[in-house]
């Protein structure tokens, strides 16, 4: 895809209700300008498919889309098959929609985990201030250091453009000169989405989760996507009087990344993990 074909699979992926970040384009392509895949019919889009990769062992699927007007005839397949050659000798994760497991099934994948998306409204509740620091006040290094330990490869480019105040609020919190949790909350179609949300226990995410939420409009629609396996995300989300509104399926082709899902209360993106 050229970047602004990458527009188009952002607006499908709207339309399809999976809410986009108004600006997450931006922070995709720098990803990978080489991993979002289209395909065409008589010179116009009718597919779409991201195949980004990560380092040199891991590759990730999203925005797998056909237009509605070409569904039924193959056209998806074949785009499916180009986005897992891309990513061939790789470990390949996705986050799928639960009907489309056992398809996903057949081409190697394996299920990891459910991750479920909150939703909710955001309060002014309050919170030592001391204790919050903002993105752009901290070594970037710091954060890139800290951020390595939930994702199984190096994602830099990602994430440097991910946390830019244009495109999100990113705070973090600081004990004894190191970073002990941050997180990130961006504008969406509808709403805002929280996510990364990662600290080193419940409280300490909690007190994120309430200074990000402090930095939109009272009353605004908040969404959270979290793994299922940690049951204190689940409460975090629930303690904030938000509800279950989505499931997916997290898959990967071989085994599965060692990731402290007990400290990951908030996933960066179904899109690109």
């Not at 490869?153 to 004894?176: C, G, M, V, Y």
């Amino acid at each position: 895809m050229s970047r602004d074909e990458l527009n188009t699979a952002i607006t499908w992926a709207a339309k399809e209700g999976w809410n986009p970040g108004i600006n997450d384009a931006s922070a995709f392509y720098a990803a990978d300008a080489t991993g979002f895949l289209v395909g065409k019919y008589d010179e116009a889009p009718i597919a779409t498919i991201s195949a980004v990769k990560y380092g040199q062992s891991f590759g990730f699927i999203g925005l797998y889309i056909v237009h509605e007007a070409f569904r039924g005839n193959g056209f998806g397949f074949k785009i499916w098959e180009s986005a897992i050659s891309n990513l061939r000798g790789r470990n390949i994760g996705l986050d799928g929609v639960l009907a489309q497991q056992d398809n996903y099934k057949k081409s190697g994948f394996k299920l990891a985990h459910r991750n479920i998306r909150f939703a909710g409204k955001s309060t002014r509740q309050q919170i030592p201030v001391s204790t919050v620091v903002e993105a752009k006040h901290i070594n970037f290094q710091g954060i890139e250091e800290y951020d390595r330990a939930f994702f199984p490869e190096q994602r830099s480019i990602f994430l440097r453009e991910w946390i830019d105040p244009k495109n999100s609020h990113t705070l973090a919190i600081i004990e004894q000169s190191k970073i002990i949790g941050y997180g990130s909350i961006r504008a969406c179609e509808h709403g805002f989405k929280i996510g990364p949300l990662n600290a080193e226990n419940s409280d300490l995410a909690f007190d994120l989760f309430l200074a990000l939420t402090a930095r939109i409009p009272e009353g605004s629609e908040v969404f959270l996507d979290v793994p299922e396996p940690n049951p204190k995300a689940i409460h975090l989300a629930q303690k904030a009087g938000m509800t279950a509104v989505f499931e997916t399926a997290r898959m990967y082709t071989k085994e599965f990344p060692q990731l402290p899902l007990e400290k990951i209360y908030g996933i960066t993106t179904f899109e690109l993990g």
